[in-house]
């Protein structure tokens, strides 16, 4: 069964930094294209970034320079580091899975599999 679960979300004030973990199941974690993605309250679901097979990363601009995607592919485990919170970057934040592409994109209807989400709230 194909499973990615989410954890590490967490109140921080601004300027602080958390670190989210995508722990994936059911699949090869090592050939699909990963994703996060975050959806602040009452607007909709936006792309943080994504890391495809080889470790190449794209951002979003509102994260970029502040945000880090990884994966470990031994461990079936992509991270998500984010620094200088900032009270906007509040949100349920989500992990996806691409499996069976050979290009990844940040788009989030090429994501077949997600987790239930992370809260990460950001105070000012």
């Known amino acids: 069964q194909v499973q990615v679960v989410e954890s590490g979300g967490g109140l921080v004030q601004a300027g602080g930094s958390l670190r989210l973990s995508c722990a994936a199941s059911?699949?090869?974690?090592?050939?699909?294209?990963m994703g996060w993605f975050r959806q602040p309250p009452g607007k909709e679901r936006e792309g943080v970034g994504i890391?495809?097979?080889?470790?190449?990363?794209h951002y979003g601009d509102s994260v970029k320079g502040r945000f880090t995607i990884s994966r470990d592919n031994g461990k079936s485990i992509m991270y998500l580091q984010m620094n200088s919170l900032k009270p906007e970057d509040t949100a349920m934040y989500y992990c996806?899975?691409?499996?069976?592409?050979?290009?990844?994109?940040?788009?989030?209807?090429?994501?077949?599999?997600w987790g239930q989400g992370t809260q990460v709230t950001v105070s000012s």
């Open positions: 890391i495809d097979k080889n470790g190449f990363t």
């Open positions: 996806a899975a691409a499996t069976g592409r050979v290009y990844c994109s940040g788009a989030s209807t090429d994501y077949n599999s």
């Open positions: 059911g699949f090869t974690f090592s050939g699909a294209c």
